[in-house]
């Protein structure tokens, strides 16, 4: 009885661990669609706002805030039973009666009718599983749409005309205070692409001395307005170099795994402006050549390498790891998840990482060495305990 009753309390743990992950992602798609760029903003949307409503509350918001984007119905209808199929199970956890009996074991039953009952075995949850994983992919995938494409009801049309070039410059400032850059035409949001296009026409214009002092005096107050192509170049390297020296590191992307970062979408493009110079400084088809002046600026930036996952960054990170043990005696939990401990969450996070290159034969034979000269290293655990 007692083996039966620790396996209920496991598969229990499981139900309700799946719950968390799921809600955490309802949580993370409402709070950017109301409040973005990512900012304190959202954290307190998140603290304030959506930590007041319960479960059911969240799914109903979700799904209406699909239907408004225009998403197929079928994934938004897929996606939700998955959510409603985890939220069941959860409150039958949460509100039903524990009971065993020595045919059935051990099972919930409801309190009002006892002619239901529910058995938590490896099968129920294995099929969980497989929802949470469908349920949660879906909702990044509405996600990263809304952050790609915006808002349907941004997504009109843009007449380039005379009559509305005050209309259409409005509209590029707000875009260029809200996402702290000026318009792409590359970008594959359309009704950006549009913007874009018109900019184009603006400095084209005043190329041809054809804008007027007055227009030109409005383009120039807008955040992050530039004329020519090496002006946008010194924009963004001030940006990155001020991020630097500020933050003590370059600009990250963000990581789901780490889902506690705060990281804003500025510093995301930032992150993608420097992996575009280092792909033009490799020579990668397709991208203008760096000039002599910007390489040699560029390597000013306090530890600025030319080589993505490179040996100093490998060596740095098994730096972090060795001042962590010799602080604690013991290695980085998972359970590290406040943004206090970020850095220490991050540790835990490369450990983990070492392990799968060492199966997948990634590390070199220095690397392999190095981490096993350190206490209580383990390549087959997952984690350790204290040395």
Request: aromatic share 14%; charged share 35%.
């Amino acid at each position: 009885m007692e083996k039966l009753i620790e396996e209920y309390y496991q598969n229990s743990g499981r139900i309700l661990s799946m719950a968390l992950q799921v809600e955490s992602k309802l949580d993370l798609f409402i709070s950017h669609y109301f409040v973005t760029p990512l900012s304190i903003k959202t954290i307190f949307f998140e603290e304030v706002y959506l930590s007041c409503l319960d479960f059911e509350n969240k799914v109903k918001i979700f799904q209406e805030l699909c239907k408004k984007e225009r998403f197929s119905k079928n994934e938004i209808n897929s996606t939700i039973n998955n959510i409603r199929e985890i939220q069941k199970i959860r409150n039958r956890i949460a509100h039903w009666e524990l009971k065993n009996s020595l045919e059935t074991g051990i099972y919930l039953t409801d309190r009002k009718s006892s002619s239901e009952i529910l058995k938590l075995d490896k099968e129920l949850v294995d099929g969980l599983n497989k929802k949470r994983i469908r349920a949660i992919q879906g909702i990044l995938k509405f996600y990263e749409k809304y952050r790609r494409e915006g808002s349907f009801e941004k997504k009109s049309d843009i007449v380039i005309s005379k009559r509305n070039w005050f209309e259409i410059y409005e509209k590029v400032k707000d875009f260029s205070e809200d996402n702290l850059h000026i318009p792409k035409i590359s970008s594959k949001n359309k009704f950006e692409r549009d913007l874009g296009k018109w900019c184009g026409y603006q400095r084209q214009a005043r190329k041809e001395k054809r804008l007027s002092k007055e227009k030109i005096t409005l383009l120039d107050a807008i955040p992050n307005w530039y004329w020519k192509g090496g002006d946008r170049w010194e924009i963004d390297y001030r940006k990155v170099l001020n991020f630097v020296t500020v933050n003590g590191h370059f600009p990250r992307k963000k990581d789901f795994r780490c889902f506690h970062q705060l990281i804003s979408e500025e510093e995301e493009r930032l992150e993608r402006w420097v992996r575009r110079m280092k792909e033009t400084y490799r020579g990668r088809k397709g991208y203008p050549k760096s000039t002599k002046q910007q390489i040699i600026k560029l390597e000013k930036i306090p530890g600025w390498t030319w080589y993505k996952n490179s040996i100093r960054s490998w060596n740095q990170c098994f730096f972090d790891l060795q001042k962590y043990l010799e602080k604690n005696k013991s290695y980085p939990k998972s359970t590290a998840l406040t943004n206090e401990e970020e850095n220490t969450y991050n540790t835990y996070i490369w450990v983990l990482h070492q392990k799968k290159r060492y199966l997948e034969g990634k590390l070199t034979s220095e690397q392999i060495s190095k981490l096993e000269s350190l206490p209580g290293w383990d390549w087959k655990r997952k984690s350790h305990s204290r040395f």
